[in-house]
């Protein structure tokens, strides 16, 4: 998909993946809307980059559809790079035996997976309004795993279930879409050098990167970026989740 003039939705779009994207977007002429949290620096980033920010929670149906709405008055919504998340550690049981929190469980299961079927729903229903283009499409919409969806370390247990809710609804989002012309892939990252991983003490985040086996460190944001644009402009690429991670397979520990 060529994305000149188009509109793109991109979510958790004013740092790390998201932002990236979003400048990928924007240099192959896209016309972006970032959704991002109220308490996000999402005004700032949109004003410097020429971008139009939405102030969002993903999860918040009327504030994902301002999202939506905001990019169709841009041109037709051609594209959704959905990568606003959270992580959060439980156990099933703590050291005492204690089970562990439901709450905390649902919490991160409705920003990751719920808050996933809610920008996406929504996404397609302005596209699936446009008309088509002359390659045969209407849209693309790019989800966002985790290789945790399939190798979940201990204490990972919420995280690691909300991302392989995500991996499992995207090749059913794909068919569920296909009539509409609409297009679904997922990308799986390993261990990003993004906000969430700036928490971390260096010596904790070299540790990290010395475990992925080729090329042995973080992976950037613009990497992601990549494989997001390349999916939006590949075509034939539906349904499909694919893992940037430098080959790594997490340990349980």
């Known amino acids: 998909m060529n994305v000149q003039g188009a509109a793109a939705i991109v979510t958790g779009g004013a740092s790390g993946l998201g932002l990236a994207s979003a400048k990928r977007l924007a240099a192959g ?5 970032i959704a991002d949290l ?20 993903i999860t918040d149906e009327a504030q994902m559809q301002a999202a939506v709405d905001a990019a169709s008055a841009l041109g037709p919504l051609r594209v959704l790079i959905h990568c606003a998340g959270r992580g959060g550690a439980l156990r099933i049981l703590d050291k005492d035996g204690t089970p562990g929190a439901l709450a905390h469980y649902e919490a991160i299961i409705r920003v990751n997976l719920t808050g ?9 229903a302005a596209m699936a309004k446009t008309d088509p283009l002359p390659s045969g499409e209407r849209g693309v919409c790019v989800l966002t795993a985790s290789i945790a969806g399939y190798e979940g370390q201990i204490g990972q247990i919420p995280y690691a279930s909300s991302k392989a809710g995500v ?28 906000p969430m991983l700036a928490r971390l003490r260096d010596d904790v985040k070299a540790s990290l990167a010395a ?25 034939y690429l539906n349904g499909e989740t694919i893992r940037i991670d430098g080959s790594l397979r997490m340990t349980p520990r």
């Open 211 to 235: 475990g992925v086996p080729n090329p042995a460190r973080l992976g950037s944001p613009d990497e992601y970026a990549a494989l997001a644009m390349h999916i939006v402009e590949n075509a």
């Open 29 to 33: 002429g896209a016309r972006v809307v």
């Open 38 to 57: 109220p308490s996000s620096d999402g005004a700032t980033v949109a004003a410097e980059h020429g971008f139009t920010f939405a102030p969002t929670d």
């Open 167 to 194: 991996i499992g609804m995207t090749l059913c989002a794909a068919r569920d879409l296909a009539s509409r012309l609409i297009r679904v892939c997922t990308i799986a990252p390993g261990i990003m050098d993004t």
């Open 116 to 124: 996933s079927f809610n920008a996406l729903r929504l996404a397609a």
